[in-house]
């Protein structure tokens, strides 16, 4: 069997602070968010909830203890000032090289703690 190129990764709730990201999956799923970690390439920070084996729900937020960034946050997050809301959902890529061309943006290796992606 072939795998598909695009996987499914996460849902990503963005708000302007985690407290409101959390309040509303909360309200809204009855959820407790566990923490996540810090972007600091972003200047974000999130908090995560697994929904599977490689699946996630994100809350999102800039971090107000975190660098300012040279480049536009992720999720336009630069730019919002409402009530939290599904802001993307993101896919994986087994190779993103293959799968993408640069119309498409710039290829950027991030990390979060340990984690590479």
């Known amino acids: 069997m072939t795998l598909p190129k695009l996987v ?22 009855g959820i407790d968010m566990p923490i ?10 999130n908090l995560l909830l697994s929904l599977g ?19 536009p946050r992720w999720f336009n997050l630069d730019r919002f000032d409402g009530t ?16 993408f061309s640069k119309k498409h943006g710039e290829i950027i290796n991030m990390t979060r703690g340990d984690l590479k992606w």
């Not at 939290?84 to 799968?99: E, L, N, Q, Y």
């Open 84 to 99: 939290p809301k599904i802001g993307a959902w993101i896919v994986g890529s087994r190779d993103i090289t293959a799968d």
């Open 8 to 29: 499914f990764d996460h849902i990503a709730i963005i708000a302007r602070t985690l407290d409101e990201g959390a309040g509303y999956v909360s309200e809204h799923l």
């Open 36 to 45: 996540g970690g810090e972007h600091p390439f972003m200047g974000t920070h």
């Open 53 to 71: 084996d490689m699946e996630f729900l994100e809350v999102i937020a800039i971090d107000p203890d975190g660098p300012q960034p040279d480049r």
